[in-house]
């Protein structure tokens, strides 16, 4: 819980690694490293191979004497994934959920559109274009599961828990209970804005409640510092909020973009959630929380949300 803010590998429990990457904007993915006797667990690859690549030499001086035996992707954005191929050799475990959608956004698809030409590439650019998704052969899940998986890692019990669809559609916090460590990929964003693609928001409140309620000390996020329970709290409190908001601005018959709109403001104007990046991602998180009061509700595609998210964080100064 101590550990800075910085860029690399941060001892955060006895054998327990944090892997940060600041300032956790998009595609600036953590994973984790719990090390057992003679073997390790990582959580999660990064964007691209570069980054893996640097991640797994920074963790050599511990994984020399205890290869990463088991890789878990906490879910199926390529920010946990995309590296998955540098550590093939090893079990490579994902929610069945998980696997079947890491399937649906290949990096040459994200290749593609980072080399776009136009107002398309250019706004791609505008979030992905640190990132190089060439030569990339995204490695699939060895070994699946539903609900919970424990995993013995040199001697360590490690817990599987999913608890999506949530950020995605499988979403799967990883837990040390020996270390009183969770790693909960894109489940807790620290610093920046959670971003709901899948759904429903009550589904991931009940994530952070269950969190809440587990015996932990530290807190590893899929983006920004370590942190502790309040760090939960704090977003199960903003999509509470979120959630709440949605369903009056349903209720009172706004659209979805118009109901994104004011509740940025509203959220600009609450000091617990104003500092926060990426503010823009309401607009999905709306969309989402329309989706679950209206199934019959039409979400724009991926480009216009990406559009929108941008306009919103371009235009709408929180409180402004
Ligand atoms: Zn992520």
């Known amino acids: 819980m101590s550990s800075s803010y910085s860029l690399?590998?941060?001892?955060?429990?006895?054998?327990?690694?944090?892997?940060?990457?600041?300032?956790?904007?998009?595609?600036?993915?953590?994973?984790?490293?719990?090390?057992?006797?003679?073997?390790?667990?990582?959580?999660?690859?990064?964007?691209?191979?570069?980054?893996?690549?640097?991640?797994?030499?920074?963790?050599?001086?511990?994984?020399?004497?205890?290869?990463i035996g088991t890789v878990v992707n906490t879910h199926a954005n390529g920010d946990h994934c995309y590296g998955n191929q540098l550590v093939s050799g090893a079990e490579i475990v994902a929610s069945s959920a998980t696997a079947h959608e890491m399937t649906e956004v290949p990096p040459t698809m994200m290749a593609a559109l980072n080399a776009a030409d136009g107002d398309v590439g250019d706004l791609f650019r505008s979030f992905f274009g640190d990132f190089d998704f060439a030569g990339i052969e995204l490695a699939p899940p060895t070994r699946t599961f539903d609900g919970r998986l424990d995993i013995d890692v040199g001697g360590r019990v490690v817990e599987l828990i999913e608890v999506g669809p949530a950020h995605t559609r499988g979403d799967t916090i990883v837990h040390c209970?020996?270390?009183?460590?969770?790693?909960?990929?894109?489940?807790?964003f620290i610093g920046g804005t959670p971003i709901v693609w899948a759904g429903p928001l009550s589904n991931w409140v009940a994530a952070c409640d269950l969190m809440l309620g587990m015996d932990i000390d530290t807190v590893v996020p899929g983006h920004g510092p370590v942190t502790d329970k309040s760090g939960v709290a704090q977003v199960r409190d903003y999509l509470a909020f979120v959630d709440d908001q949605s369903r009056q601005h349903h209720a009172a018959g706004d659209d979805a973009w118009e109901a994104a709109r004011a509740i940025a403001r509203e959220v600009g104007a609450r000091p617990d959630f104003s500092g926060w990046g990426?503010?823009?991602?309401?607009?999905?998180?709306?969309?989402?929380?329309?989706?679950s009061l209206d199934p019959g509700h039409s979400t724009p595609d991926v480009v216009e949300q990406f559009r929108r998210m941008a306009h919103i964080e371009a235009g709408l100064a929180p409180g402004a």
């Open 8 to 67: 690399g590998l941060h001892e955060v429990g006895q054998g327990a690694y944090a892997y940060l990457q600041p300032d956790g904007g998009w595609g600036y993915s953590n994973a984790g490293l719990i090390v057992g006797d003679g073997c390790s667990l990582l959580v999660d690859t990064l964007f691209d191979l570069r980054l893996t690549e640097a991640m797994l030499e920074s963790m050599r001086g511990v994984t020399g004497g205890a290869p």
């Open 177 to 188: 209970p020996e270390t009183k460590t969770v790693y909960t990929g894109d489940i807790l």
């Open 278 to 291: 990426e503010f823009g991602r309401i607009t999905v998180n709306v969309e989402t929380a329309y989706r």
